[in-house]
């Protein structure tokens, strides 16, 4: 594997057409998604729903990543990963990541052209069944096919559920994993929000008790889409998270070129000078693994690329919000600036499909590092 | 010696309890009662709840009166009146502010707040732009206070305000006793980031305070707020606790009762920040033993600093190890706790919450400015306000 | 449009080699006329061993020729000429200069050193204290340089010097292409902590330099020498490399060769320092990609920080790996290397190596003062010396 | 094991009988251990045997762990951690280290009366022959008892076996560890210099073929006694660490109060200053886990105190050199500067007697921290 120069033919740069696409999110975003009107979600309030439509219908994100012969814009993971960061510099509370990124990953993979439509349309905002910290590494179906067809299960912390009119489920049979189609409103299926840390990706517990489905994949094909599935989420998120953590050092560097202590700029003492270049780098390197990782979506090299993002762009998004509170003192600490609702976002998404651990034991495998 | 002295203390706390019997004296006759005699703090003079002693002794006394079920404070409620507002009073107060103020202090009847940090003078308390007016025998106090603990509880608040504008920033400060009941003192809630509101906003609009309670000259609050601060410092971390207090005992109990959380790269993560957390003990211990005197140097500043950093990483750790339990948070209503435990709620809660203690108590930015420049002696910084370079924390 | 540029390269390729049939022209000879073919660095202009490209066409030149057996130069031993003198005598030298200096450069034929730095100007170099005074037609040069890199085998240095000592520091010096076998020029080697002399110290005594050897202006060296640090730091970081190239592969290696050193702890260091090589890497290829232009901006100083890092990281962890091999260590005697390769030698040395990683070619502190203050437009430091901040690092 | 304080009852401070030893050692190594001196032995020189033997005799700190009916100086571990404080502090070529804290605490364990008083007359300098890497936890014999009685084996790396005048040999028979004392001139024994990455400890490789012994310690004592060795020495190297790391910290600091660069004292730029102040907060807790090893000697947390010891001090002492090294840029880098003297004992150091990751697997086992 050390022959090849991974990534040398993969542009990492923004092509014009994403960046055109970046513009038109940032600017819906500016108006409908500012940091007061997502800090309501966290009292029960916010954006929700009308930005969402906007987005997903308005805009065309909710089939991006579909082909054009199913209703979708036929673009490709560098573009969905354009989106992610603008969504994550805004810590938008809208499923785009879960529906139109992992469902309909999902639902690709099960060659089911009706549902990728819906999903494609907007008319249909889908989610896919598992617990949010899992990695493509680490799936095991927690939903199980009963003798009379039902599902049956409890699934925690699902990100997406509550916005979701369909659900994807994997589900375990004696010869494998299969993945099933839910209706949302099933009386069978029971969703509970949780209190979450990021109410701007709100999880909810999901409770199956004889829920109505139908079979997309078979327990041939099951395990493989919903790995896929997860694998391009998780190499997705990793723009998200540049987006965050890209957003936390731009309002800290703001924030204190502006500020004075002691006489001085705050921005010109020589150590947060350092800590903000360290930062800056991280990030640049953050989004140089996130631009590989989305790049390399139809590569062989993508767990590699995914596990990678997951492992690196996890920390610094972590690191980013975290300096970004410190950096600002006492401000940074109050409900009314936006540095907590990165904070939140930025700690749920490092165990979000696979913490950095995980991935990095995952990594050790594919590059040939055994433990022992 | 120390036995003759312990024998000492043994009979005054008899004579304490024979007097005050706790099974039938109430909760405050006895505190009262305990602090006239001396064995409230034993290092404070006599006639102030105290006998002059060694502050070691202390613990002693308090053994003898918990082994006899004595009643005692909560003193969690009143870390900020023990922890500073007492050393502040005793190197600083009049007598008359001292025999006025400490023992209802002591026994807990009148909590304290310290209104020092303001929202254009976080770290830098010369800026304080609170503005003090004298006008015959009191002073007219206006001006924003933020960051304040336990505002709405408090009787009394540590006030720092500018009495001179025209002297350079550091020198037109003086310190006030200020009453929080006094008309013009409104406490309006802050919430953090945490949901709850842990600390209070205080407005102060044409507050009297009678000269009577300054403390120490005019203009020469910034040196008496300076001991107040070196005091929370010490106060913030307490020195001597045993192994796996704090943060680390959280973390390796749900490492302990979660086998099925463990994975090895979060294990190496847990050892490595184990052996640092033992070793910030020790470091606090050693710290401990040095302090014989009642003035804590600087050094204090390094533990502060450690406890920070490694709270903070062990509880963003903790959430690492919960995975999906860690996606959950208690509860964002916002609340006015009554006490905060910063090991207390759920591991989101603590993550949220100990981004705190690198800002609260003096930043870890400020107290790294104060280690290099008063224990490595390393040149202060340039200011472009003023020819002295002081530097003091708030929050 | 590509297709057709290619096509006219490969045509001047088969033209060199039909001239100079490598089989039977003796390498320098091949080489020259290479140049002289405008095939030796395509975007050079023509006439100075290029035919004005784009420099992406590079590879493709090298590629043919390589295929054809053409004989090439070492180019590692000419990293200082190729890297840093030959893009600044480009853009500032005459045309004189370029004509005289470019093509044995690139050939080979003569090895450039930098005379930057000096004893009391490391990292600040508008320091420099090597005196150049005017004498009709030449200038006299007296001084010490330090910490330069094959002076001994060097034929021409790249030579700052103060050429008004009544200006501000930055603005009195000057450029000079030095004739490192003149009269006056003594280089002694400089012993380090690996043991051998891989740089040199050079006294200058009177040493008469050419006006004509100047570069730039009097007065303007300091934009001169930016010029060719800003290359110096491209130079020192190849930025699209193979996975695992350099220090990692090193270390990744020994993992995978010894399975009997292998304890989780250190497996968990080694999968960090992994992701984070990879993610410079492809940080190093993004910003490849986005280098259009020959003139690199400040951003490669980012790359050059953690590749820095990282090696002293990885070469430190794999001393902890090798465990007792890592107490061995091949020689100590001073010898004076005839090529430096930071992930050759045993472990020891590449550790001890690693530490100049983050000091040569700028300090890693005066990198993150650049990236703050032209990257994230933070403000300059006070400087005491002078109304303008300019900061400027050697090593 | 929480219910304790553990070291509450320890002291932690220093004596003032310790402040006095300290004074003459450093006086001692002011004149004759300098750093042009030490930077001798890597090309062969050095202050060598006469300095050790004027430390071992004059001093009389070849006995100072040996009790006073044994002709020793009937000090606790907390003295000679003083000592070895000092001897980190100059980068002191001596073996006390060696012979003194792990070869006395085997002849101790080995109760025999000759040996120990030989060692703590400073007639004879001893070494255990165990690789210097090896660590409390991780011993096992190299070196087997022949059939006729003879030793046989190799052993890499042992510490202070050039200076030894007797070897004490772990040694494995079918019924465990045996420990065996060797004359250093027994023909059946051959000490090989090794080029060492720390010529101030430089290291050597043994091979034994049919060496002559005598028994010290049969298998029902050995290993323990060899264990317990290493850990004091584990234990009581922390403490030359501390003097290692407290020495680049004085170094750093001088020389960055005298220079000027960008028109300022280097040591006022507020990234160097937190930096330092860093670095200053790591010596102070590295002080006082080494200063807990050293008093808790005797006390059954021993295993613990010695293990974070090294797993903490190691790593600040070589932090320490390497920040030295940067922080003075390119002078650090020579070989007139002593910098580097610290930085390749520091790193040696990191290597002995257990890394840092051994003793963290080691702390694991011990503080319940189980890794599955």
């Known amino acids: 594997m050390n022959s090849r120069a991974q990534g040398a033919d993969l542009d990492l740069l923004y092509s014009d057409v994403e960046d055109a696409l970046r513009e038109s999110v940032r600017a819906l975003l500016s108006s409908r998604c500012t940091a007061q009107q997502v800090t309501t979600v966290y009292d029960g309030g916010g954006p929700g729903g009308r930005l969402w439509r906007s987005l997903a219908v308005d805009l065309e994100l909710a089939g991006l990543l579909v082909p054009e012969e199913h209703g979708g814009a036929g673009a490709s993971a560098r573009e969905a990963a354009v989106v992610l960061e603008e969504l994550g510099r805004f810590v938008a509370p809208v499923p785009f990541l879960t529906s139109s990124v992992i469902s309909v990953s999902a639902a690709l993979a099960a060659g089911d052209g009706t549902v990728t439509a ?44 509550i916005e979701a009119d369909v659900l994807l ?3 375990a049979t004696a010869a494998g994993t299969e993945l099933h189609l839910v209706m949302a409103d099933d009386p069978g299926i029971r969703i509970t929000p949780v209190v979450s840390l990021d109410m701007t ?54 924030y204190l070129r502006q500020r004075r202590q002691f006489g001085r700029v705050v921005a010109g003492f020589q150590a947060v000078k350092h800590r903000l270049a360290d930062l800056w780098a991280q990030v640049e390197s ?39 509170v410190q950096l600002h003192g006492g401000i940074g600490m109050t409900w009314e600036y936006p540095a907590h609702l990165y904070l939140k976002r930025a700690k749920a998404d490092q165990l979000a499909l696979g913490n950095a651990a995980a991935h990095l034991t995952h990594l050790a495998e594919l590059v040939n590092l055994p433990s022992g | 010696m120390d036995e003759t002295l312990r024998t000492d203390l043994r009979t005054r706390v008899e004579e304490l309890l024979a007097e005050h019997d706790p099974a039938t004296t109430g909760p405050l006759e006895f505190l009262r009662a305990r602090f006239d005699a001396g064995l409230a703090w034993v290092h404070f003079p006599g006639g102030l709840g105290g006998l002059g002693l060694p502050r070691r002794h202390q613990p002693f006394v308090a053994e003898l009166l918990a082994a006899a079920g004595a009643p005692d404070r909560d003193r969690r409620r009143l870390t900020i009146g023990l922890g500073m507002a007492a050393p502040t009073i005793l190197a600083y107060g009049t007598e008359e502010q001292q025999r006025r103020f400490l023992r209802p202090l002591w026994t807990g009847e009148e909590v304290w707040c310290q209104l020092f940090s303001e929202p254009g003078a976080g770290s830098d308390l010369a800026a304080v732009a609170t503005r003090a007016s004298r006008d015959g025998d009191t002073w007219v106090v206006n001006g924003q ?75 020469e609050g910034w040196r008496v707020a300076h001991a107040t601060l070196m005091n929370e410092r010490i106060a913030l971390g307490d020195l001597a606790p045993p192994r796996e207090s704090g943060m680390i005992g959280v973390v390796a109990g749900t490492w302990r009762d979660r086998p099925d959380l463990r994975t090895p790269g979060l294990h190496a ?78 591991a989101g809660y603590r993550y949220l919450r100990a981004k705190g203690n690198s800002i609260e108590g003096g930043t870890s930015e400020i107290l790294r400015n104060i280690i290099a420049e008063r224990v490595l002696g390393l040149p202060r910084e340039p200011r472009a306000d003023s020819g002295v370079a002081g530097q003091e924390p708030a929050r």
Chains 1, 4 share one sequence.
């Not at chain 1, 953050?286 to 492992?311: E, I, W």
């Not at chain 2, 003192?185 to 509101?197: N, S, W």
């Open chain 1, 201 to 254: 990706r709100q999880v909810a517990d999901l409770e199956l008790s004889g829920a109505a489905s139908r079979r997309l994949l078979d327990s041939s094909t099951g395990e493989t889409a919903v790995r896929g599935a997860l694998r391009l989420g998780a190499a997705l998120l990793a723009s998200e998270q540049v987006g965050v953590a890209d957003s936390c050092l731009q309002l800290t560097v703001d």
């Open chain 1, 286 to 324: 953050a989004r140089a693994v996130a631009r590989y990782a989305a790049a390399a979506a139809g590569d062989p090299d993508l767990p590699v690329a995914a596990s990678l993002a997951q492992a690196y762009c996890s920390e610094v998004a972590v690191l980013a919000a975290e300096e970004c």
């Open chain 2, 269 to 346: 993560k847990l050892l490595w920040l184990w052996a640092e957390a033992e070793a910030a003990r020790l470091t606090g211990l050693r710290l401990h033993q040095k302090l014989e005197s009642d003035h804590p140097g600087p050094e204090g500043s390094a533990v502060k600093l450690a406890l920070a950093r490694l709270a903070q990483q062990l509880s963003g750790l903790e959430l690492e190890l919960l995975g999906a339990d860690g996606l959950r948070y208690a509860d964002w209503t916002m609340t006015q706790p009554d006490l905060v435990e910063l090991t207390g709620g759920d």
């Open chain 1, 118 to 161: 819906r999903l494609a349309s907007g008319e249909w905002t889908g989610a896919l069944a598992v617990p949010l910290t899992t990695g493509p590494a680490s799936f095991t179906p927690a939903v199980r096919v009963d003798a009379d067809g039902t599902l049956r299960g409890r699934v925690a912390v699902v990100a997406g559920a």
């Open chain 2, 145 to 219: 206070k933020v960051w304040t603990s336990v505002a709405h509880k408090a009787r009394w608040g540590m006030l720092l305000a500018r009495t001179d504008p025209a002297v350079p920033k550091h020198a037109g400060l003086t310190y006030f006793l200020c009453d929080m009941t006094a008309p013009g003192v409104e406490v309006r809630p802050l919430r953090q980031l945490t949901g709850e509101a842990e600390f209070d906003e205080v407005f102060l609009s044409d507050v009297r305070i009678p000269d009577a309670h300054r403390v120490g000259a005019a203009g």
């Open chain 1, 169 to 171: 489920v994997p589900a």
